[in-house]
């Protein structure tokens, strides 16, 4: 199984009039270029493995629902 990565819990709640309004599919797409970089640039294999497992998770829920639309 892959390794958890800790990240910082945000130290405030962020005002949704602050951010632009993103749908969730391009929230999804951008993940997936976030992602490719990691695995790409990442130097522990565990890593590579878990961002290649999420591009995998993630690119199948997204072509699911490009092909529901």
Known sequence: MGQVLQFPVPTRTPNPADRPE??????????LRDLADIAMTATQAAVR???QACIAML???YCLELERA
């Open 22 to 31: 993103l749908d969730l599919l391009s929230a999804v797409d951008f993940a």
């Open 49 to 51: 493995e878990q961002a």
């Open 59 to 61: 690119t199948d829920a």
